[in-house]
């Protein structure tokens, strides 16, 4: 909402995929997240020609209708369907 900065209001998740053995020390996934962070936000205050290399850049989005996205989120929820989402007004 609002107080973490959305001006529009939505939710998204974050899956991860996990092998057994991928990490040594197994929250070290969370140190290597937090790196990747920092390189895309790096990334991102980079020049237009290497800006444009990264994935998902939000100058790379382009405007949805809430139509749109609410049929987004349908389809999207159908991969989800043992999680509650009622918390989410949903």
Same mark, same amino acid.
């Given at each position: +909402?609002? !107080? =973490? +900065?959305?001006?529009? /209001? #939505?939710? #998204?998740? #974050?899956? @991860? &995929?996990?092998? $057994? +053995? !991928?990490?040594?020390?197994?929250?070290?996934?969370?140190?290597?997240?937090? *790196?990747?962070?920092?390189?895309? $936000?790096? $990334?991102?205050? $980079?020049?237009?020609? @290497? %800006? =444009?290399?990264? &994935?998902?850049?939000? !100058?790379?989005? %382009? /405007? *949805?209708?809430?139509?749109?996205?609410?049929?987004?989120? =349908?389809?999207? *929820? *159908?991969?989800?369907?043992?999680? !509650?989402?009622?918390?989410? +007004?949903?």
């Amino acid at each position: +909402g609002p !107080d =973490a +900065g959305q001006t529009v /209001p #939505h939710v #998204h998740i #974050h899956i @991860i &995929p996990r092998r $057994a +053995g !991928d990490f040594a020390v197994n929250d070290q996934v969370y140190e290597d997240l937090d *790196r990747k962070e920092a390189e895309l $936000a790096k $990334a991102m205050s $980079a020049p237009p020609a @290497i %800006k =444009a290399a990264v &994935p998902d850049s939000e !100058d790379d989005r %382009k /405007p *949805r209708t809430e139509v749109e996205m609410a049929e987004e989120a =349908a389809r999207l *929820r *159908r991969l989800f369907p043992e999680c !509650d989402f009622t918390w989410l +007004g949903l």
